[in-house]
């Protein structure tokens, strides 16, 4: 675990004492994990995941990929599919 002393707005102290209240959490650093975790899930690309990049190695692996040479190759495998 990492500490660290930050200054926030007044604002968003209203709400991290919201969001502790609401979900019964001890203290504001869960509020935080709280908050933090929930743009994750919602905001961020899935592609700056970790479980994403696992996935995306996993089907490497198991070769489904396809390489083509050209789009007139990629077109055709499409179009005859």
Known sequence: ???A???VEENTNR?????KA???LKDKSQAI???VAEYEQSILEPQLRPEYIEK???IDQKGKFRKFASLT???KAIEHA
């Not at 709400?15 to 969001?19: A, D, I, K």
Request: no cysteine.
């Open 1 to 3: 675990m990492v500490q």
């Open 5 to 7: 002393m930050i200054n």
């Open 15 to 19: 709400v991290l004492n919201v969001v």
């Open 22 to 24: 609401k979900y019964g």
């Open 33 to 35: 994990d709280l908050v």
């Open 56 to 58: 995306l190695k996993a």
């Open 73 to 75: 190759q990629l077109r």
